[in-house]
């Protein structure tokens, strides 16, 4: 079980390694260079605004699913149809909520034109998410993988004849060939997983009492809260930014966001072994200490190198990957980067928080990032535009961290490691110091950026940060 538990993660770390970055860097970037940051970055904000009421779409009823299935694979044939009919009730209730929030924010009639197909993206999406969770709770792991990075490869597949075959296309490539490639790719493989679901039961349409389907709402309603408040303080900030300044700035915002987006699919990957095995630990209360600290301290040399090197080659990526790049859009990425480290803390401590249960914490600390992350950008975006936001999210992203981490040394009684921290903060302190020195020498820019990330890994080892007896005990867990 657990040579078929790594392989199949590894799989589906590397398909998805494999087929997003490209769709980032290859498409979704090179969109934003064809049709200039105005119309992305409409494009951006409106994209953010269909998220943030995308969890009445699913209301935690994935996960409950999942497990439900997975305990009792029978389920599967009076689950899967009927679970279905009650999504097609939330996706109405989905389009109702999104369009009135959409006339009461003031989108003009094409902006609520462009906002109606990215919400069906939105509910598509969903029906894929749900679906998927019938095929990992049936053991289909190799099928889910490829399900994962079908709809991006397929939209590659698209927007690349779009942008790169004049004859599809021709010269006036605009957003909406973007969008409805996405739309294409979503439900050809929405129809693909329902396919792959076939024959494994004898589905049975029963219509449930109300009282049933109650409980179950009720039973995912603490899991659909925290993925509605987390995904209000994720995404706000981008339609704040185009409500409160312009287009033009969100586009510049949108820029720098995709490739911390980018950095957090690593995240969130490195994220999805943590649960089964904190939950396992903490059900057979098992000390969780020595996972705690490995995964911790991994995530944070990944995230803080990361930033180091963004903070020092901001402006040389930037003017790499974009046309229109600026000194401005360069201290945009290089500040919104660090937010990484904040945010990768939070993979491991509300990961953490999660496996043990603690859903009302984690929804107050996201109310907090709410009123945290909304105060600040009504308060810096008039003045500093998208500046303004980054600097708004940096400081929300730590707030959250911080107070994940104080829950989780309260509820866990974690022992701090001070030599380690100490450890922790000199490579910090002198990864920054060499990677100043550098950065004043003439050495051109993508030589010295890997003697820079050299630098940093030979500052790992000098500080022993990462001990072979660590990774020993990273492979017990996995027994």
Not at 66 to 83: D, E, K
Not at 155 to 172: K, M, R
Not at 348 to 365: C, D
Request: hydrophobic share 55%.
């Amino acid at each position: 079980m657990r040579k078929k538990f790594a392989g199949n993660l590894l799989l589906l770390i590397f398909a998805n390694v494999l087929v997003k970055p490209f769709w980032i860097f290859g498409i979704d970037r090179v969109v934003q260079n064809r049709i200039g940051p105005d119309e992305y970055g409409t494009y951006f904000a409106l994209f953010n605004f269909s998220f943030l009421f995308g969890i009445v779409l699913d209301f935690g009823l994935s996960n409950f699913n999942n497990r439900a299935v997975a305990r009792h694979p029978s389920r599967l044939a009076t689950y899967l149809p009927n679970l279905m009919v009650l999504k097609l009730g939330l996706s109405l209730l989905y389009f109702l909520v999104a369009f009135a929030s959409a006339m009461l924010t003031g989108y003009s009639a094409l902006q609520i034109k462009m906002l109606a197909f990215l919400a069906l993206n939105q509910v598509i999406l969903s029906y894929i998410l749900y679906l998927r969770s019938n095929l990992t709770a049936l053991h289909l792991f190799k099928i889910d993988s490829v399900i994962s990075v079908l709809d991006r490869l397929l939209a590659i597949i698209f927007c690349s004849c779009f942008l790169y075959l004049p004859y599809f296309a021709g010269p006036d490539f605009n957003i909406n060939y973007f969008i409805f490639s996405q739309t294409a790719a979503l439900l050809i493989t929405a129809i693909i997983a329902l396919i792959a679901l076939r024959g494994r039961q004898a589905y049975q349409l029963t219509l449930w009492r109300w009282r049933f389907v109650k409980a179950i709402l009720l039973k995912s309603a603490p899991f659909a809260m925290l993925g509605l408040l987390m995904t209000i303080y994720y995404r706000i900030d981008a339609i704040m930014l185009e409500r409160m300044y312009s287009a033009a700035e969100t586009g510049i915002y949108a820029q720098s966001y995709r490739l911390l987006d980018a950095m957090n699919q690593f995240g969130y990957l490195f994220g999805v072994p943590l649960m089964p095995l904190f939950a396992s630990m903490i059900r057979r209360r098992e000390s969780i200490h020595d996972l705690l600290s490995f995964s911790a301290v991994l995530m944070f040399l990944f995230s803080g190198c990361a930033a180091i090197l963004c903070m020092f080659f901001g402006n040389d990526i930037m003017h790499l990957l974009y046309h229109n790049a600026s000194t401005y859009s360069s201290r945009i990425f290089s500040l919104l980067m660090i937010s990484f480290i904040p945010i990768s803390s939070v993979y491991i401590f509300g990961t953490l928080l999660t496996a043990h249960g603690s859903m009302k914490i984690l929804n107050i600390i996201a109310v907090g990032g709410i009123l945290v992350n909304v105060i600040l950008n009504l308060v810096l975006i008039p003045s500093y535009g998208a500046l303004g936001t980054t600097t708004a999210t940096l400081f929300t992203q730590t707030v959250v961290a911080i107070f994940h981490i104080y829950a989780a040394n309260v509820i866990f009684k974690v022992r701090w490691e001070w030599l380690l921290l100490l450890r922790l903060a000199g490579f910090v302190v002198l990864g920054v110091g060499l990677s100043w020195l550098l950065s004043t020498t003439q050495i051109q820019w993508m030589v010295r950026l890997m003697i820079n990330g050299g630098v940093l890994l030979v500052l790992i080892l000098v500080f022993q940060l990462l001990p072979f007896s660590m990774l020993k005990q990273l492979k017990a867990f996995t027994k």
